[in-house]
């Protein structure tokens, strides 16, 4: 039998609905969150055998729940919009590292920004819907996923800098040295891809459970900025560092960072949406089935 090492179910209460009580075992504090979130959060690997019996006793015994032990059950149209939201996960993130080589100016604000800046933010919006729908197992899963279809890409990249070419070929010199590029700005991109959206769908699951599931804008605002920080400084430097001075580097890591503010305000409200759309067109259809 497994022991609890974090965690400790305590029971059960139905205040309005059915909610489980947890015990944080390191500071006694505890906390109240529905079954289902509970099911579908990391705290459940730390419950004993006992614990687990009687959280699915108690969802099995609702209406209408759906939980990670019952995920394979998901109708196709939940994993046709898993697979569209990963698959657009990944796209995002191969477009950035291809276009993150080049700086672009925008002097009417007066900022330097590389030129995936306009898009790359969209990952943080897709790793929110991915948390919010499937939890933290699941999202997780997606951005490994599509980081490791970037790096599949970027080397088969470079393996045609090592083909052989015309001498005639006038864009040969243009097209290694954009490939070398590519190759810089995917370790730099790759290290804080990993480490800022995981830091989002860790925050963002870690503050569902404190707002018991509620103050969505608040969870997403919040993770979001934290990932932005962390990215756009490691990012920038690690990507740029050498090749460009210490102030312009300042400069855009700076000027990344307020355009991905605007995608963290900007970015609840198509999450709303996503959540208005799961609710009326996919759960729904999920309990008819």
């Excluded at 279809?149 to 070419?165: A, D, I, R, S, Y």
């Excluded at 979001?224 to 001075?245: C, P």
Aim: proline share 2%; net charge positive; hydrophobic share 50%.
């Amino acid at each position: 039998m497994s022991f609890n090492n974090k965690f400790k179910l305590l029971g059960f209460t139905r205040s309005p609905d059915l909610a489980a009580k947890i015990m944080v075992l390191s500071t006694g504090k505890t906390i109240t969150m529905g079954v289902n979130q509970l099911a579908n959060s990391e705290i459940a690997d730390d419950l004993n055998k006992n614990e687990i019996r009687a959280l699915c006793r108690k969802i099995y015994g609702e209406k209408n729940v759906k939980t990670a032990y019952e995920i394979g059950d998901r109708n196709e149209r939940s994993w046709n919009a898993y697979m569209f939201i990963s698959m657009m996960l990944t796209i995002v993130f191969i477009y950035s590292n291809v276009t993150g080589i080049k700086p672009v100016k925008l002097d009417v604000f007066n900022l330097i920004v590389p030129a995936a800046i306009f898009i790359y933010p969209v990952t943080f919006i897709l790793v929110d819907i991915l948390n919010e729908f499937y939890g933290l197992r699941m999202a997780r899963k997606s951005i490994f996923m599509a980081f490791f279809v970037n790096v599949v890409f970027v080397f088969f990249l470079w393996t045609t800098t090592k083909m052989p070419t015309l001498p005639m070929w006038a864009l040969s010199d243009s097209y290694n040295s954009m490939m070398t590029g590519i190759l810089s700005v995917l370790f730099a991109s790759s290290l804080s891809y990993l480490i800022s959206e995981n830091i989002n769908s860790y925050l963002l699951w870690k503050i569902k459970i404190l707002t018991h599931s509620r103050f969505l804008f608040i969870r997403v605002i919040t993770s979001t900025i934290f990932a932005a920080l962390i990215d756009s400084i490691l990012f920038i430097t690690v990507a740029f560092y050498g090749l460009l001075d210490l102030n312009t580097i300042k400069i855009m890591i700076i000027s990344q960072f307020c355009i991905k503010l605007i995608y963290a305000v900007l970015g609840t409200f198509p999450i709303y949406g996503a959540r208005w759309l799961f609710n009326n067109y996919i759960h729904k259809k999920e309990i008819r089935t």
